[in-house]
């Protein structure tokens, strides 16, 4: 039982690791040249080596005489940007080798394959027994790894809920869209995705030894559950949005209530004030006196007074 870690040339980045009969490549960032010497070395079809060099490839799988060929997207939360993005990872695999092409950033994946790497006990744990058992061992630990971005998420629900109903939040509305827009952007990976693990669930693949019901079913049945979790975060936060939306309309009315209650009431006063111009006040010596005056100030205070009562009466107060 063996293990290597050296490259098949110096200007390739292709690593490897062995243990009986197995054997798994593992490329980071693949260029034309990993895909050459591949080609050179197996027997894929030229179309899929073309696919391990896209970025935009459709989650799929492909079914050969000797061997699988599946494209896989995997989410990756951005922290600047505030929003989950999907990593591909391309799988051949056959009766005794798998190749995994990917970006590097998927850390599960790459820390399953230094462990393998490194450690006897782990090649023997992962590799020991099929090529499709190692698959299996992948999957589950990249499907695995999604869950603690849907707890991320559902505690940003909880924040800014929190939010909605608390007075003085500004910011509610942007961190409702930035949510919205994380979860659309989640559910888009994940639901292509968990069609790929039911047809690994469901086909009879002539590489695959172990069972497939037992072991991809146990995939589906995360991805499912994560696709689901995602359909309720996303009833939860149009719910949440018009909540938000009704929220701020009424503290929207009960601001512009108040405003019109003081420009009413002002309304008649100004009115009064003009019409009676500067002349009533006492203090000029060619003002009417104080009678005056002050019939001027009851006449002002009984309109306002009955402008209340009767917006009281209105129930507009």
């Known amino acids: 039982m063996s293990a290597s870690a050296t490259k098949k040339d110096k200007n390739l980045n292709i690593k490897t690791t062995t243990?009986?009969?197995?054997?798994?490549?593992?490329?980071?960032?693949?260029?034309?040249?990993?895909?050459?010497?591949?080609?050179?070395?197996?027997?894929?079809?030229?179309l899929d080596l073309d696919d391990c060099l896209s970025r935009i490839q459709r989650?799929?799988?492909?079914?050969?005489?000797t061997y699988l060929f599946t494209v896989l997207h995997f989410p990756l939360y951005n922290k600047e940007a505030r929003v989950t993005t999907a990593s591909q990872v391309s799988i051949f695999?056959?009766?005794?080798?798998?190749?995994?092409?990917?970006?590097?950033?998927?850390?599960?994946?790459?820390?399953?394959?230094v462990d393998c790497l490194n450690n006897e006990r782990s090649r023997k744990e992962y590799m020991g027994r099929s090529s499709s058992y190692l698959l299996y061992c992948i999957l589950?630990?990249?499907?695995?790894?999604?869950?603690?971005?849907?707890?991320?998420?559902?505690?940003?629900?909880?924040?800014?809920?929190?939010?909605i109903f608390a007075?003085?939040?500004?910011?509610?509305?942007?961190?409702?869209?930035?949510l919205r827009r994380d979860v659309i952007a989640f559910r888009r990976i994940i639901k292509p995705q968990t069609e790929v693990f039911e047809l690994l669930e469901s086909e009879d693949w002539?590489?695959?030894?172990?069972?497939?019901?037992?072991?991809?079913g146990d995939i589906a049945d995360h991805a499912r559950k994560i696709q689901d979790t995602l359909d309720d975060y996303k009833d939860v936060?149009?719910?949440?949005?018009?909540?938000?939306?009704?929220?701020?309309?009424?503290?929207?009315?009960?601001?512009?209530?108040?405003?019109?209650?003081?420009?009413?009431?002002?309304?008649?006063?100004?009115?009064?004030?003009?019409i009676s111009g500067m002349n009533i006040w006492p203090f000029t010596s060619d003002g009417p006196g104080w009678p005056t005056f002050v019939g001027v100030v009851v006449i002002m205070a009984a309109i306002t007074g009955g402008m209340l009562v009767l917006f009281r009466r209105k129930r507009w107060i």
């Open 19 to 46: 243990y009986g009969k197995l054997t798994w490549l593992n490329i980071e960032n693949p260029t034309a040249k990993e895909t050459e010497y591949l080609a050179k070395n197996y027997p894929f079809h030229s």
């Open 206 to 216: 002539p590489v695959i030894k172990v069972d497939p019901e037992v072991y991809f």
């Open 59 to 65: 989650p799929k799988i492909d079914k050969y005489e």
């Open 167 to 178: 007075e003085g939040k500004r910011e509610t509305v942007r961190e409702l869209s930035i």
């Open 93 to 113: 695999i056959g009766e005794d080798y798998l190749i995994t092409l990917h970006t590097g950033t998927l850390k599960p994946l790459a820390k399953l394959f």
């Open 140 to 163: 589950d630990r990249l499907i695995n790894s999604c869950f603690p971005i849907l707890y991320k998420i559902s505690e940003n629900i909880e924040n800014v809920e929190d939010d």
């Open 237 to 274: 936060l149009e719910g949440l949005n018009d909540t938000n939306n009704t929220l701020y309309s009424f503290r929207t009315n009960q601001v512009i209530r108040v405003l019109t209650i003081i420009s009413t009431i002002m309304l008649p006063l100004a009115l009064i004030a003009g």
